[in-house]
Each structure stands twice: as C-alpha cells, then as structure tokens.
C-alpha cells in the first residue's frame, strides 16, 4: 500500500509540472499544443488508475484488519497448563488452578478479599455482597454462587462461602464470610467430590492440583506415598480422654484407590488446620490411572485447631 500512495504522489506531481509547462503561450508551445493535450489525456488517465486501485487495496486491508479484530477466540483454541505457582505449592496448601487462575479453598479469604482478587476474570455480579447472610449459612452451612469466566464459557465455579464462627442468627454481610470452596460447576464427572480430574472428560484439562499431581497408575502412587514419607494404614488423628492427638499424615491402600490423609500446612482465618485428602482411583484390573479427588475439609475445625491437639512422633 505505501508503494502505491508513493507511485501515485510522484505521478501527481510529475503531471502538475507539466502541466505547468504547458500553460506558456510561446510558438513552441503553441506547435506542441495537440501533442501536450495527448499526453496529459494519458497521464490523467494513468494517475485515475492508481488511485482507483489505492483505494481498492486500502479497503482490502480495512476489511483483512477488521475481521482480524473481531474474530473472537474459539475455545478449542484456549488451552491450559499448570502454572509455577500450583507446581510449587505443597500438597497441603489447600490451593487448586482452574484455567489459569489459583484459588485456595479452605476459608483463607473473605468474600469481598475474593471478588477483589478476581473481580477483573470472572463475573462476580450474582454474589450479594452488599446483603447479608441468610442465617442457614451462619455457623455450618454455606451459601453457594456461581461466577463465570470473562473469556472462557467452560469456567463457570461454584463459589461457596459462610461465617463459621458467628453465633446463631447473627447477622453477618456477604462480604464478611469466607472462601470455603471454589469448584468447577459441571466437568461432566464430578462424583462425590468436587475438582474431581477424570481422564475422560474435560476435568483433565481445566484442572490443576498442587505439584501438577495428576490421576496416577497404581505403581506410581504407591512411589508418591513413599516419597512423602506417609504412614501406610497408620493412624492420623485420635481423640483420648478429651484429648487430640496428631500422628502424622498418612495413607490408606484400598482395591481400588489409594486414600492420602494431610493436616493443612497453615492455619486459615478461623484459627485451625484443615484436612486434606486426596484419593487416586485406578482399575483394579489393569492397575491403570482412573481419576483423582481432592478437598479441603472444615473437619480439621475439630481435630486441628492451634495450640489445641498435640503431635505424637511415632506409632503407638
């Protein structure tokens, strides 16, 4: 396009000092008066040309830079991988990527720090937050919204939330309550948990768990479970006599599944440790991955509160 804007400017100007030339009224002139006239014919008609086909080419490329802009991104073509963030975190961290996006469920966030956070990638607007609580969801209840993704129509979330803590019938605003859960709504398999990552469905491909853990063969779980220095069928947790005792994390090995049991790395806003459990499933005839289930459980509220269990080193 700008060789033809060029070509044409030359043109024009190459015509205008012509025709300037031309507008003397010497005998020469005179005598070169028809030839003059056939020439600018010509030339006129040349210049006319290049500017009908400058202008054809500029809409061309109008129209090409349009359709670029506005093609929007098909979801086949948005795909995703774990981030550094979920690779780093420890299996007892409590965190989860959906898409591209790293939510931590286990009560470590008020509503409104929540929509704050993630207000500019997905739709918060069915979140009451100037309201309050329904008193079901004060003390053991949630209360669950959905919010849906500004680029990706697969990532509507569950968001499920409450004030664990209050008195009964208090009266506490949304934005008061805390993160209890953040869920992919429908992924075809959820099962009885939640984030549930199926090897045949979508799961698999939306999900993320901590260290990028996937569904594993049976061999390669039993490696994990080593690695990590678990107990095998040993105890977890135990309450004697009005005390709780914490024997260390620990794994259970089933026909057909591998149960992993974690006290969280950190206490949440409501001063314990939640439970974490993983469960790998796999075919007890093939041995071969089938899915994987992860939570964070509000149990740990009982067994796990600060300073009020005590951690036994060894078996009894």
């Given at each position: 396009?700008?060789?033809?804007?060029?070509?044409?400017?030359?043109?024009?100007?190459?015509?205008?000092?012509?025709?300037?030339?031309?507008?003397?009224?010497?005998?020469?002139?005179?005598?070169?008066?028809?030839?003059?006239?056939?020439?600018?014919?010509?030339?006129?008609?040349?210049?006319?040309?290049?500017?009908?086909?400058?202008?054809?080419?500029?809409?061309?490329?109008?129209?090409?830079?349009?359709?670029?802009?506005?093609?929007?991104?098909?979801?086949?073509?948005?795909?995703?991988?774990?981030?550094?963030?979920?690779?780093?975190?420890?299996?007892?961290?409590?965190?989860?990527?959906?898409?591209?996006?790293?939510?931590?469920?286990?009560?470590?966030?008020?509503?409104?720090?929540?929509?704050?956070?993630?207000?500019?990638?997905?739709?918060?607007?069915?979140?009451?937050?100037?309201?309050?609580?329904?008193?079901?969801?004060?003390?053991?209840?949630?209360?669950?919204?959905?919010?849906?993704?500004?680029?990706?129509?697969?990532?509507?979330?569950?968001?499920?939330?409450?004030?664990?803590?209050?008195?009964?019938?208090?009266?506490?605003?949304?934005?008061?309550a805390t993160i209890d859960d953040v869920y992919l709504t429908e992924t075809g398999k959820m099962g009885f948990y939640p984030n549930s990552i199926n090897l045949d469905d979508i799961s698999s491909e939306l999900i993320f768990y901590p260290q990028d853990v996937k569904?594993?063969?049976?061999?390669?779980?039993?490696?994990?479970?080593?690695?990590?220095?678990?107990?095998?069928?040993?105890?977890?947790?135990?309450?004697?006599?009005?005390?709780?005792?914490?024997?260390?994390?620990?794994?259970?090995?089933?026909?057909?599944?591998?149960?992993?049991?974690?006290?969280?790395?950190?206490?949440?806003?409501?001063?314990?440790?939640?439970?974490?459990?993983?469960?790998?499933?796999?075919?007890?005839?093939?041995?071969?991955?089938?899915?994987?289930?992860?939570?964070?459980?509000?149990?740990?509220?009982?067994?796990?509160?600060?300073?009020?269990?005590?951690?036994?080193?060894?078996?009894?």
């Amino acid at each position: 396009m700008k060789k033809t804007r060029i070509a044409a400017f030359l043109f024009a100007v190459c015509l205008g000092a012509v025709s300037m030339t031309a507008c003397g009224d010497s005998k020469d002139n005179k005598k070169t008066k028809t030839s003059s006239k056939s020439a600018e014919d010509i030339e006129e008609k040349d210049l006319e040309e290049a500017l009908d086909k400058l202008d054809k080419e500029t809409a061309k490329e109008k129209e090409a830079a349009t359709e670029a802009e506005t093609e929007p991104t098909t979801v086949a073509e948005i795909k995703y991988e774990a981030t550094d963030e979920i690779k780093k975190a420890p299996l007892n961290s409590g965190y989860i990527q959906i898409g591209d996006t790293v939510f931590r469920r286990g009560n470590y966030m008020t509503v409104a720090e929540f929509i704050e956070e993630y207000g500019d990638k997905f739709d918060m607007s069915e979140i009451p937050v100037d309201e309050y609580l329904a008193t079901d969801n004060v003390g053991a209840y949630t209360d669950a919204k959905r919010i849906k993704s500004f680029d990706d129509p697969r990532l509507e979330l569950t968001v499920c939330y409450g004030k664990f803590d209050a008195e009964k019938n208090a009266r506490v605003k949304v934005a008061e309550a805390t993160i209890d859960d953040v869920y992919l709504t429908e992924t075809g398999k959820m099962g009885f948990y939640p984030n549930s990552i199926n090897l045949d469905d979508i799961s698999s491909e939306l999900i993320f768990y901590p260290q990028d853990v996937k569904p594993m063969d049976y061999e390669d779980v039993k490696t994990l479970c080593t690695d990590l220095g678990l107990k095998e069928d040993g105890k977890f947790y135990e309450w004697s006599f009005g005390t709780k005792y914490y024997y260390g994390d620990a794994f259970e090995e089933n026909k057909d599944s591998f149960y992993i049991r974690m006290k969280a790395g950190e206490p949440n806003l409501y001063n314990y440790y939640p439970q974490i459990d993983y469960y790998f499933y796999f075919d007890e005839k093939t041995l071969k991955a089938v899915k994987t289930d992860y939570s964070v459980s509000r149990i740990g509220e009982e067994f796990f509160p600060v300073d009020g269990f005590e951690v036994v080193d060894e078996q009894e």
